[in-house]
């Protein structure tokens, strides 16, 4: 089978290509995809900052 010496090698080439293949394919997909919680975790992310002492004092770790 295409030169492969067993069914179970041509299988495991086989399986490896055909999950590349979905991942690029998912990739192209969803790549410019916004995410939906993005914006609010942006905004908790910024309250964190504003609460944090050690970023409004400019303190070091």
Request: aromatic fraction near 14%; proline fraction near 3%.
């Amino acid at each position: 089978m295409f030169g492969f010496g067993d069914a179970w090698v041509f299988l495991g080439y086989a399986l490896t290509v055909a999950s590349m293949l979905l991942c690029a394919g998912w990739g192209i997909l969803n790549w410019n995809k916004p995410r939906e919680d993005e914006e609010k975790e942006l905004r908790e992310e910024a309250e964190w900052e504003a609460k944090d002492p050690d970023i409004n004092e400019g303190g070091a770790l």
